[in-house]
């Protein structure tokens, strides 16, 4: 099991950067695949960005691709969620969401992950 940690959200100006943190209570490298999801007021939960157990392999979604990037920090359990020109529409509660993995997959649907984080909410202004 691990637990999950989110911090880093605020309110913030259309154009500016925000770096989200997920903070796990174990190793995740070699372990988890890991991904960050977002959920806006009367919208479902969607994929945002995904990295896999060992690093190798990311993915974006069509919508943060180019503007968003996911990292982790081995050293730190952490992983993070770089957010730059963000925009009105990317307001939403952030949660981090883990999954133990095997292979180099990145996963992209919310049953694929059974742990989550307490979400932490970003409020971009126009």
């Known amino acids: 099991q691990v637990q999950l940690a989110e911090s880093g959200g605020g309110l913030v100006q259309a154009g500016g950067s925000l770096r989200l943190s997920c903070a796990a209570s174990?190793?995740?490298?070699?372990?988890?695949?890991m991904g960050w999801f977002r959920q806006a007021p009367g919208k479902e939960r969607e994929f945002v960005a995904g990295?896999?157990?060992?690093?190798?392999?990311?993915y974006h979604a069509d919508s943060v691709k180019g503007r968003f990037t996911i990292s982790r920090d081995t050293a730190k359990n952490t992983v993070y969620l770089q957010m730059s020109s963000l925009k009105p529409e990317d307001t939403a509660v952030y949660y981090c969401a883990a999954k133990q993995a095997y292979g180099g997959g990145v996963y992209t649907s919310t049953y694929d992950y059974p742990y989550w984080g307490q979400g932490t909410q970003v409020t971009v202004s126009s």
């Open positions: 174990a190793r995740t490298t070699g372990t988890f695949s």
């Open positions: 990295l896999s157990r060992n690093g190798e392999n990311t």
